[in-house]
């Protein structure tokens, strides 16, 4: 699995956009790059996932950089229900969803 | 149904108990995981199931003892725990694993957070 960095933290405001980065330089073709966020003590919930193209859902939008080392989730209007954890993680053939640290993502009133 | 339920929701048991952690999903998902979550900590693979067999143990004690009698049902077995062993117990599945999956995402459930004692 390719290795994913993440800021440990972020904060935002609430109503403005929430930009969250994540670096997987060394990814591979056949990755794809997927975002799940975990609110206090519970599991994860899936956001949203893509290979090269920018991707939208009802969630968020992910812009994923054109040479794909890099990639940023945005939560357009950032509400204090998207307190969570964030974690990008890279996935390709065969591979499972390995979790790193992520970014502590506080919004503030 | 995009549901993945967890029984129960908490539980405590003594290190000489035996227990039994119940994870299922009526998706027809044929990959069913185990993850265990510390405090302040991601969730870290322990167990992964695919077409009801193991195909990953991520080297995990024998003390933990996952089986998964049909598509839909995952368990995991807990027998002689240290209080180490406390924590949040995550089930997901995935439609499946391997090559053809990769474009599908894992649902989780809500966990079971265990306490040795």
Known sequence: DAKTTQPPSMDCA???????????????????????RQIHSQGPQYIIHGLKNNETNEMASLIITEDRKSSTLILPHATLRDTAVYYCIAVGFGQNFVFGPGTRLSVLP | ????????????????????????????????????????????????????????????????????????????????LQPEDSALYLCASRIGQGASFRNTEAFFGQGTRLTVV
């Open chain 2, 1 to 80: 149904d995009t549901e993945v339920t967890q029984t129960p929701k908490h539980l405590v048991m003594g290190m000489t108990n035996k227990k039994s952690l119940k994870c299922e999903q009526h998706m027809g998902h044929r990959a069913m995981y185990w993850y265990k979550q510390k405090a302040k900590k991601p969730p870290e693979l322990m167990f992964v199931y695919s077409y009801e067999k193991l195909s990953i143990n991520e080297s995990v004690p024998s003390r933990f003892s996952p089986e998964c009698p049909n598509s839909s049902l995952l368990n995991l077995h807990l027998h002689a």
């Open chain 1, 14 to 36: 609430e109503g403005r956009a929430a930009n969250l980065p994540c670096n997987h330089s060394t990814i591979s073709g056949n990755e794809y790059v997927y975002w799940y």
